[in-house]
Nanobody, 125 residues
Framework: QVEPMESGGGSVEAGGSLRLSCAASDYTYGVYCLAWFRQVAGNRREGIATIDINGVTTYADSVKGRFTISKDNEGGYLYLQMDNLKPEDTGIYYC???????????????????RGQGTQVTVSS
């Protein structure tokens, strides 16, 4: 049985919190850059956040101040703490990594490689 890469999603009311996790040690360029993006209605992908090898982070304006990306270098895990969730945060969340040395920014995240099935986040009003 293959373990899911992403976990921690669920259904919450607006204002609630969730913490997503991702087993990210297999990504070739994961040491350089890791990211979260989400797929929303209409199969549209939105970059959420990135964290680079130095711990520098970038966030989409829509989540800045509410979401926090972090990583556990020893365990090879990536996290996304999501607070004050809104209905528009609903979607399938994926962790991802670039396949080349490209910019580690949330705008590039939707083009990164993802290997997992994602985890569903549903926020009700």
């Amino acid at each position: 049985q293959v373990e899911p890469m992403e976990s921690g999603g669920g259904s919450v009311e607006a204002g609630g919190s969730l913490r997503l996790s991702c087993a990210a040690s297999d990504y070739t360029y994961g040491v350089y850059c890791l990211a979260w993006f989400r797929q929303v209605a209409g199969n549209r992908r939105e970059g959420i956040a990135t964290i680079d090898i130095n711990g520098v982070t970038t966030y989409a304006d829509s989540v800045k101040g509410r979401f926090t990306i972090s990583k556990d270098n020893e365990g090879g895990y990536l996290y996304l703490q999501m607070d004050n969730l809104k209905p528009e945060d609903t979607g399938i969340y994926y962790c991802a990594a670039p396949i080349t040395f490209e910019r580690c920014t949330y705008t590039a995240a939707p083009t990164f490689e993802h290997r997992g099935q994602g985890t569903q986040v549903t926020v009700s009003s």
